[in-house]
């Protein structure tokens, strides 16, 4: 069982920046997939980012593209999503999800299609 460890959430300003990492408890980590979902208080969760094992490959949603970068360091067993220009719209709770199955062509965006999660990361962007 894979424990995931989110952390690096807390309030900036509208513009500001923050960088989450998910840590993973298993060496495996580093063969899967692995994404970043946020929940809105009344919202359902949305698919942010994911990227491939290798880190060579990496989607995003509309909503962030150009604004957030999805990393991983598969020595440390961490994958990052750097934040920038945030809004108050990117408030939400932040969770990496991890994937057994690798992809090729189509990203995977939604939540039953990961095996693993995190607890969570408030990020509180204020106007």
């Known amino acids: 069982q894979v424990q995931l460890v989110e952390s690096g959430g807390g309030l900036v300003q509208a513009g500001g920046s923050l960088r989450l990492s998910c840590t993973a408890s298993e060496r495996t980590f580093s063969s899967y997939a692995v994404a970043w979902f946020r929940q809105a208080p009344g919202k359902e969760r949305e698919f942010v980012a994911v990227i491939t094992w290798s880190g060579s490959s990496a989607s995003y949603a509309d909503s962030v593209k150009g604004r957030f970068t999805i990393s991983r360091d598969n020595a440390k067993n961490t994958v990052y999503l750097q934040m920038n220009s945030l809004k108050p719209e990117d408030t939400a709770v932040y969770y990496c999800?991890?994937?057994?199955?690798?992809?090729?062509?189509?990203?995977?965006?939604?939540?039953?299609?990961?095996?693993?999660w995190g607890q969570g990361t408030q990020v509180t962007v204020s106007s």
């Open positions: 999800a991890a994937r057994i199955q690798g992809y090729r062509y189509t990203p995977p965006i939604t939540t039953s299609q990961y095996d693993y």
